[in-house]
């Protein structure tokens, strides 16, 4: 609630007529394993008025104006990393507000608009991207030349992987908190061994994959022909490894295997295929 009300003082501090949105009923979905974000919003309308061209207009033009209040309200809880959700981060920074403001405006797709069923309201839907230069991702990318991959010396057996895929479904030990808990995606999650050395973070990403996709994608299948659908990331000959445990306050964060990380930080082409995102996580379905 708190976050919501601050959202609220921001929205009339950018200058709404009004933050008070209370006859639109929405609600809203994250499908992580397409990387975008679907909102739908009711405006109920007259029963006495004609359901008329003009009607279904003036309904979706308020819906167009509360628009950007609606994505932020929709993204708040959204983890960014392990520790902040958006609504943490946008309580910090004015200039963020105004960024996801602009991104609403110029990232969002609708893909229906029309009368209910029972012809009480007008109801649309858009769909708004997690990733790409538009998407919510990117609001958060600060930085403009990574840090390196950390390098480890010495031999490891290994090869040169195309793409990581990492098993994460199910409870993990939470390091740090005594308990088993499921790894939730996020925005900008890292990539830790089983000692927490880091093994990758979105600061040592290239900047321009990041934006482009992210550190990682996700998928609910790890079904062949399901995977199919992210070879342009992981490749043909992807490590494929389960994850051994998360970190977080958020539990968004992967530990991964000692020998894993050693396979993965010993290679200079592998190190690549990190900074450049070529990752996918497999976690379990949302619960409905």
């Known amino acids: 609630m708190k976050s919501l009300l601050l959202l609220a003082a921001l929205w009339l501090a950018a200058g709404s007529a009004s933050a008070d ?15 975008a974000l679907l909102l739908e919003v009711r405006k109920a309308v007259d029963p006495a008025a004609p359901l008329s061209p003009a009607t279904r ?12 209040y609606l994505y932020m309200e929709a993204v708040q809880d959204v983890p960014v990393d392990s520790h902040d959700s958006v609504g943490d981060r946008l309580a910090a920074s004015g200039a963020l507000f105004r960024a996801l403001s602009e991104r609403a405006a110029g990232g969002v797709w609708r893909e229906s608009a029309a009368f209910a069923r029972d012809l009480h309201a007008v109801v649309v839907v858009y769909r708004f991207p997690l990733f790409g230069e538009q998407g919510l991702a990117a609001s958060f990318v600060q930085h403009e030349r990574a840090f390196p991959v950390p390098r480890l010396l ?18 993990f030990p939470s390091h740090g908190k005594n308990l088993r808990e499921r790894i939730r995606p996020a925005l900008l999650p890292r990539l830790y061994d089983e000692d927490l050395n880091p093994v990758l973070s979105a600061e040592m990403c290239d900047p321009q994959a990041l934006r482009k996709w992210g550190v990682a994608a996700y998928a609910y299948s ?5 995977l199919q659908a992210f070879q342009d990331r992981i490749g043909t000959t992807p490590l494929r490894t389960m994850a051994r445990g998360v970190f977080g306050r958020n539990a968004t964060d992967i530990l991964l295997s000692t020998e894993v ?13 990190l900074r450049e995102g070529k990752i996918l996580i497999l976690i379990d379905p949302p619960e409905r």
């Open 222 to 226: 790890g079904e062949e022909a399901a």
């Open 21 to 35: 949105f209370d006859e639109l009923t929405r609600s809203h979905r994250l499908l992580w394993d397409q990387g």
């Open 154 to 171: 010495g031999f490891a057996p290994a090869r040169s992987f195309t793409g990581l895929v990492i098993l994460a479904r199910g409870e």
């Open 57 to 68: 207009f003036q309904a979706e033009q308020r819906i167009e104006e509360a628009l950007a």
């Open 261 to 273: 990380a050693r396979q993965l930080l010993t290679r200079q082409h592998n190190r690549d295929l």
